[in-house]
């Protein structure tokens, strides 16, 4: 494991998350997009504008969806007040029962399944929701993903849209909380905590993908944000007030 990188609110580590995980403090919540287990090989279409050849330090089997990343889940139930985990349909009876299961729906299909175009990306649900935790009332807990909302090309096999994170995060936590992302990949979830005003731990163990998620991450701080706290408005002073 090396040193992390800061950038802005954001903590980045290249390692592997088994080893960085029981380092860490007390996170608000994690927010992770992990391997399926569905042996990612080469594709392109509409929707993920990308071509790879599946990822480079993981097998995208369901042997290590069980063997690596169930456990990291169990991991950040240990640390995180909340956890949303989206497992892909193929090993998603692999995860420990989920306290409430959500949904992205896209009409249009988001890749092929044994009975055709998937349009259902499960959402897992531990822990307590933020906002009626907290007095702030009911949210859904399922998201109609537009069709313009798809995954640009940046090197990494299987980027998630921004705009599937954004809501993943929002719905996750509060606004100035800490998320973690044990799987960040290209640093999808990173962009987002960085564009909602959300402080960002990620760990990624492959370089190539870790320098990804680095530069995604500090462009993404030089934007800004979308949720900044609004300028006090000047207050013209009466040069009067306080006369005698």
Not at 127 to 138: A, R
Not at 164 to 174: C, K, N
Not at 175 to 183: A, H, K, Q, V
Request: charged share 20%.
């Amino acid at each position: 494991m090396s040193n992390p990188v800061i950038i802005g609110d954001a903590t980045l580590y290249c390692g592997d998350c088994l080893d960085i995980l029981p380092t860490l403090p007390k996170v608000d919540a994690v927010v992770t997009d992990p391997p399926y287990g569905v042996d990612l090989t080469a594709k392109q279409n509409k929707w993920v504008k990308n071509v790879g050849d599946g990822y480079e330090s993981t097998d995208d089997t369901p042997a290590f969806v069980a063997s690596v990343v169930v456990p990291v889940i169990e991991l950040c139930r240990g640390i995180a007040r909340d956890v949303v985990v989206t497992p892909g349909t193929r090993c998603l009876w692999l995860y420990p029962p989920a306290d409430d299961l959500g949904t992205i729906f896209n009409k249009s299909g988001a890749g092929r399944t044994r009975w055709g175009f998937g349009c259902n990306h499960p959402i897992l649900f531990y822990g307590k929701c933020p906002y009626l935790n907290t007095g702030k009332g009911s949210r859904p807990n399922s998201w109609d993903q537009p069709a313009t909302d798809f995954s640009d090309k940046n090197g990494h096999p299987c980027p998630k849209p921004i705009g599937m994170m954004m809501w993943l995060v929002t719905r996750g936590s509060l606004n100035g909380e800490t998320i973690l992302d044990p799987f960040m990949g290209s640093g999808t979830t990173g962009v987002a905590c960085a564009k909602l005003g959300r402080k960002f731990i990620g760990i990624e163990i492959e370089p190539k993908y870790f320098d990804i998620a680095c530069r995604r991450v500090e462009e993404a701080y030089k934007q800004p944000r979308l949720f900044d706290e609004p300028k006090a408005k000047p207050v013209q002073t009466n040069l009067l007030d306080g006369a005698a």
